[in-house]
């Protein structure tokens, strides 16, 4: 099943903080963050591990709770370059290797 | 060192016909999986492929079909397009397959079913 994403979309004044949010019904190994500016490829943002390795973007930093199966990404003193859709992915393994899955999005406006 | 490339970017098909597209890891990379984008549903997996195997594969029917070449290229491929098939493919590529493994991803083939 697709992780649950939250809230859909976001609209932000540039210096505003903001929380996207990421929920699974399955038992998570790893949680990665993608962004996607329009027209663009997603780009790797944050990979945050089973047992608290997290590894990724130096000005976004993000949480992992593994009891409640959720990720939250927090992006603070928000930038102009920060508008985009935000994917969480997850997944499970099967048959000895990984199927990834990936939430709707999050839509994030930054305006000046 | 060079991103992941994706042919063709853009094309437009009809009903009943069948599609190949075509990407080309990053050099090193091993594991190359594939993505339809859609508004409704968002990234959905397709299918993965790691040393020219099928590892895995996604909800989706037999038409979407893919394969790895020894170079680590893949390329899938849709028969019998549908006007639903109207997606982004994206393909991304890893070192390994494995969910601790970052995965780059290419700018997409934007296909359109008429």
């Known amino acids: 099943q697709q992780p649950v994403q939250s809230p859909q979309a976001v609209i932000l004044r540039e210096g505003e903080d903001a929380v996207i949010n990421c929920s699974s019904s399955k038992a998570l190994y790893s949680v990665h963050w993608y962004r996607q500016k329009h027209g663009e490829a997603p780009v790797f943002l944050m990979i945050l591990l089973k047992g608290g390795e997290q590894k990724g973007h130096e000005k976004i930093s993000a949480s992992f709770n593994e009891k409640k199966q959720q990720s939250s990404l927090y992006l603070t003193a928000s930038q102009l370059s920060y508008s985009g859709t935000y994917f969480c992915?997850?997944?499970?393994?099967?048959?000895?290797?990984?199927?990834?899955?990936f939430g709707r999005g999050t839509s994030l406006i930054v305006h000046p | 060192k060079a991103g992941v490339t994706q042919t063709p970017r853009y094309l437009i098909k009809t009903r009943g016909q069948q599609v190949t597209l075509s990407c080309s890891p990053i050099s090193g990379h091993r594991s190359v999986s594939w993505y339809q984008q859609t508004p409704g549903q968002g990234l959905q997996f397709l299918f993965e492929?790691?040393?020219?195997?099928?590892?895995n594969k996604g909800n989706f029917p037999g038409r979407f079909s893919g394969r790895q070449f020894s170079n680590s290229r893949s390329e899938m491929n849709v028969s019998t397009l549908e006007l639903g098939d109207s997606a982004l493919y994206l393909c991304?590529?890893?070192?390994?397959?494995?969910?601790?493994?970052?995965?780059?991803f290419g700018a997409g083939s934007r296909l359109t079913v008429l």
């Open positions: 492929y790691f040393s020219e195997t099928q590892r």
């Open positions: 992915g997850t997944g499970a393994f099967s048959g000895g290797s990984y199927i990834p899955t």
């Open positions: 991304a590529s890893s070192l390994q397959s494995s969910g601790a493994n970052v995965l780059t």
